[in-house]
C-alpha cells in the first residue's frame, strides 16, 4: 500500500480511510462502489507500471460488473450545489484527484464507458474531462457530448439548417417535426434506436399515416442525425428504416365534382382553386403569384417560385383569361398578390378545403379510438394531377402538357399516372 500510495502521491491513511483499500498479498484490493455505495466490483492491482511489451497487466477484477470510481459520492455533491464534476480514466487519478480537493469519478476505461453513466453527470452544469493521449481520451470526450444532445437540438438543428438555405419545403418538415415529437419529445439523440423507430412506424400506421408520409418523417430525423454528425455533436447515428411506398398518384378529380366542390369553397378560394384545376400549377406557385408576372396573354412563373427551379410560361386562354379578369377586377392597391384574402396573401387552407370536399361528398372525417380526428379524401394536389389529364385528353401533346405543369422528367410525369389507360 505504501508503494502505491508514493506512485500516487497520496498518503496511504487516505486511501484506506476514503476509499477503503485494502493489501492482500502485495495485491492493492479497489473496492467499486456505486451510488447506494455498495460495493459492485473489486478492481485488483497488481503492478504499478505496464510492462515492456506494452501489454496493460497492471489490473484484473476479482468480482461483479463495473460502475463510475466515486459514484457514491454524486449524490452528496449534487445536493451541495457542486457546479464542475470531473471525469478521468481509472481509480488512480480519482484518488490524486480527491486528494487536492477536485471532485472526479473515474471509468473502468474508455471502451467501457456506459450511456447510463454520462447521463449521471449531466445533472451537473459542468462536466471536465482528463483526456489521456490516444482513443482513449477522445472516447470520453465523444461519449458524454452524444449524451447532451436531445431530439430538440436536432430538430432545431434541422429547422435552422432549412431557414438558412431558404428551402421551401420548411412548412412541410415542421409538419413532420410535430409528428416525431409527439413519440421523441424529451428523448436524447442516442436512445433514439432503430428498435424505437420501428415502434414510432408501428404507431404511425396505427393512425392510419400513409407509407410516404412516415418516410418523409423518417427522411427528416435521418437529415437532422446527418446534420448532428456534421457539426461533431454526434459520431453515431441508428439505422431508420424506410416503408414500401406506391409511388403512382391515383386521385383525379372529374368535373362535375369539381364544380360540386368549388360551390362548397368559401369565395376568396373559389377562383385560386379554379386555376389550379385549369393550370396544373402547384399550390405553393399559385399563392406566390403576383402581378408582374401577369401580362396581357401569358403568366410568367418566376425562377424562384418553381418547385424544380425552372421558370415556366402559362398561355392565357379561356377560363383561365377569366378568372385573372376577375382578380384584376379584386385588386387591392397595397396587395402584390394575384390571389389574396382580403389584402393577405393566401396562407394554409387545409380547413376549408376539407369542409369543402366533405360537404361534397368528396371526403370524409374519422375519427379514432383514442378521440383523434383524420381526414381522407381528396387533397389539393389532386387538382394538379387531374388538370394534366385533361390537358392530354383535350389534345394537348404530352411534351407540351409536361412544360405548362413543370414536370422535367417523363418518369415522375408517368409516376403520378397523369395519362389514364383510356386516354393511352
Given at each position: 500500500m505504501a508503494e502505491y500510495a508514493r506512485h500516487v502521491r497520496v498518503s496511504a491513511d487516505f486511501l484506506t480511510t476514503v476509499f477503503h483499500l485494502e493489501e492482500q498479498d502485495g495485491l492493492i484490493l479497489i473496492p467499486y462502489r456505486d451510488g447506494n455505495n455498495n460495493v459492485v466490483s473489486i478492481q485488483v492491482r497488481r503492478q504499478l507500471e505496464r510492462n515492456k511489451t506494452g501489454r496493460d497487466t497492471r489490473f484484473f477484477w476479482k468480482q461483479g460488473g463495473t460502475c463510475l470510481y466515486g459514484a457514491w459520492m454524486l449524490s452528496e455533491w449534487g445536493q451541495a450545489g457542486v457546479k464542475r464534476v470531473w471525469l478521468c480514466e481509472g481509480a488512480s487519478d480519482v484518488h490524486v484527484c480527491w486528494f487536492k480537493d477536485v471532485k472526479a469519478v473515474g471509468a473502468p476505461g474508455a471502451d467501457t464507458f456506459k450511456a447510463e453513466w454520462a447521463s449521471m453527470l449531466l445533472a451537473f452544469p459542468e462536466i471536465a474531462i482528463i483526456q489521456e493521449p490516444g482513443k482513449g481520451g477522445e472516447t470520453f470526450v465523444k461519449k458524454i457530448t452524444e449524451q447532451r444532445v436531445t431530439f430538440e437540438h436536432l430538430t432545431e438543428d434541422l429547422k435552422n439548417d432549412y431557414k438558412v438555405n431558404a428551402r421551401r419545403s420548411l412548412r412541410s418538415v415542421e409538419l413532420s417535426i410535430r409528428h416525431l415529437a409527439e413519440f421523441f419529445a424529451g428523448y436524447r439523440a442516442v436512445h433514439i434506436t432503430t428498435d424505437r423507430l420501428?415502434?414510432?412506424?408501428?404507431e404511425r400506421q396505427e393512425q392510419k399515416a400513409a407509407n410516404a408520409s412516415i418516410n418523409r418523417e423518417l427522411s427528416a430525423l435521418k437529415r437532422a442525425f446527418s446534420l448532428a454528425q456534421q457539426a461533431g455533436k454526434l459520431f453515431h447515428r441508428p439505422y431508420i428504416p424506410s416503408l414500401e411506398?406506391?409511388?403512382?398518384?391515383?386521385?383525379?378529380?372529374?368535373?362535375?365534382?369539381?364544380?360540386?366542390?368549388?360551390?362548397?369553397?368559401?369565395d376568396y378560394l373559389k377562383d385560386p382553386v379554379s386555376f389550379l384545376y385549369l393550370s396544373g400549377w402547384r399550390k405553393g406557385e399559385m399563392q406566390s403569384l403576383e402581378w408582374r408576372d401577369v401580362g396581357t396573354d401569358v403568366i410568367r412563373l418566376r425562377r424562384e417560385n418553381s418547385k424544380n427551379k425552372n421558370p415556366r410560361l402559362l398561355p392565357l386562354r379561356g377560363e383561365l383569361a377569366e378568372i385573372i379578369e376577375r382578380a384584376r377586377q379584386a385588386r387591392k392597391p397595397d396587395c402584390v398578390f394575384v390571389f389574396h384574402d382580403n389584402g393577405q396573401k393566401i396562407g394554409d387552407f387545409r380547413k376549408a378545403w376539407r369542409n369543402a370536399c366533405v360537404a361534397a361528398g368528396l371526403g370524409r372525417f374519422e375519427k379514432t379510438e383514442d378521440g383523434k380526428v383524420y381526414y381522407l379524401g381528396l387533397i389539393v394536389?389532386?387538382?394538379?394531377r387531374s388538370a394534366i389529364r385533361n390537358?392530354?385528353?383535350?389534345?394537348?401533346?404530352?411534351?407540351?402538357?409536361?412544360?405548362?405543369?413543370?414536370?422535367?422528367?417523363?418518369s415522375v410525369f408517368d409516376?403520378?399516372?397523369?395519362v389514364s389507360e383510356k386516354i393511352r
Open positions: 420501428r415502434a414510432y412506424i408501428a411506398e406506391n409511388n403512382a398518384r391515383q386521385g383525379f378529380l372529374e368535373h362535375g365534382d369539381f364544380l360540386r366542390l368549388r360551390e362548397e369553397l368559401p394536389h389532386d387538382l394538379r390537358m392530354v385528353k383535350a389534345g394537348i401533346r404530352e411534351k407540351v402538357a409536361m412544360s405548362l405543369s413543370g414536370h422535367r422528367t417523363r409516376r403520378y399516372h397523369i
